[in-house]
């Protein structure tokens, strides 16, 4: 059974940095897509990063330059560094399966002062 479990969101500054972390079981994240989305209060889903299975990597013009989204194959975890965080930012993060859009519960990030 697929299964992802997000962590690591919370409340920081502007400009501050939180690393979100996504557990994954039930299949090897190594040899698969995947991606982060995210989706703020009265707005649609939005693809923010990328990696595939070759271990290329993806961003939003949005996110370029502050985020990175990498993988540790032995944790079977995937992550996605954000750093300089805007008040825009602010949304809930889901890692997703790209293959079978299976996604997480989600976590929290709020950017605010």
């Known amino acids: 059974e697929v299964r992802l479990v997000e962590s690591g969101g919370g409340l920081v500054q502007p400009a501050g940095a939180l690393r979100l972390s996504c557990a994954a079981s039930?299949?090897?994240?190594?040899?698969?897509?995947m991606s982060w989305v995210r989706q703020a209060p009265g707005k649609g889903r939005d693809r923010v990063s990328v990696?595939?299975?070759?271990?290329?990597?993806w961003l939003s013009e949005s996110v370029k330059g502050r985020f990175i989204i990498s993988r540790d194959n032995a944790k079977n975890t995937l992550y996605l560094q954000m750093n300089s965080l805007k008040p825009e930012d602010t949304a809930v993060y889901y890692c997703v399966l790209i293959e079978t859009s299976h996604r997480g519960q989600g976590t929290q990030v709020t950017v605010s002062s």
């Open positions: 990696i595939n299975r070759a271990g290329s990597t």
């Open positions: 039930g299949f090897n994240l190594s040899a698969s897509a």
